[in-house]
């Protein structure tokens, strides 16, 4: 199969949101969250858990780590992260690292 090029993909993405919105105009996340790095951990987050049992959890962990530059506390083995949510640091963590395309997370 051939693989869609950059500004087809943009194109077909901008083409899904313009029908989401038209279709869920006002449309929420039920997840809290302050900038896109938050939204970002809170999504992670929610993965294994209900989004209020996130909503309880991330104020604190927002409070200590508020940004993708101070999330290096995450590092496995580190005594940053509560224990719930000790496994995702990693992934957490990961997301907020270049990868191939050289982008990071949202700063926020």
């Keep these: 199969m051939k693989q869609e090029s950059h500004i087809a993909l943009v194109r077909r993405a901008r083409k899904i949101d313009r029908i989401l919105r038209q279709v869920y105009p006002n449309a929420r996340s039920e997840l809290d969250y ?3 790095f938050q939204l970002v951990v809170a999504v992670v987050l929610s993965a294994q858990n209900t989004d209020v049992g996130v909503n309880k959890a991330t104020p604190a ?24 949510i000790r496994s995702k640091s990693k992934r957490m963590s990961n997301s907020c690292s270049p990868g191939e395309t050289g982008r990071c997370c949202p700063t926020g």
């Design 61 to 84: 962990l927002f409070a200590r780590y508020p940004t993708p530059r101070t999330s290096g506390g995450w590092r496995a083995g580190s005594a940053g992260p509560p224990r719930r």
């Design 34 to 36: 302050g900038n896109p």
